[in-house]
């Protein structure tokens, strides 16, 4: 069975920081492709970061220069470390990994406190 396990949202201010956490259990890490995507309220759910396989990272514009993408292997976890946050980045942040099919955790909450 497959699991992915995100953790590390809550409520942070402009200019914070967070790290998110996406733990894999039931698929072979290495071999998938691990993103995250986020859903923010009124919104469809949006790509945020993707680190292939390979190491091979893509970011869409807005979180550019803020937000990294990293995975650890030996844990089978994904991360995305969120800096200098903006109102805007509110959202329900999902993990996902994609190889031939593609699998979501549950989401996890980030939300601006101004």
């Known amino acids: 069975q497959v699991q992915l396990v995100e953790s590390g949202g809550g409520l942070v201010q402009p200019g914070g920081s967070l790290r998110l956490s996406c733990a894999a259990s039931?698929?072979?890490?290495?071999?998938?492709?691990m993103g995250w995507y986020r859903q923010g309220p009124g919104k469809q759910r949006e790509l945020v970061a993707v680190?292939?396989?390979?190491?091979?990272?893509i970011y869409t514009d807005s979180v550019k220069g803020r937000f990294t993408i990293s995975r650890d292997n030996a844990q089978n976890t994904v991360y995305l470390q969120m800096n200098n946050l903006r109102p805007e980045d509110t959202a329900v942040y999902y993990c996902n990994a994609k190889l031939r099919q593609m699998y979501w955790g549950q989401g996890t909450q980030v939300t601006d406190s101004s």
């Open positions: 680190i292939s396989s390979g190491g091979i990272r």
């Open positions: 039931g698929i072979i890490f290495d071999s998938y492709a």
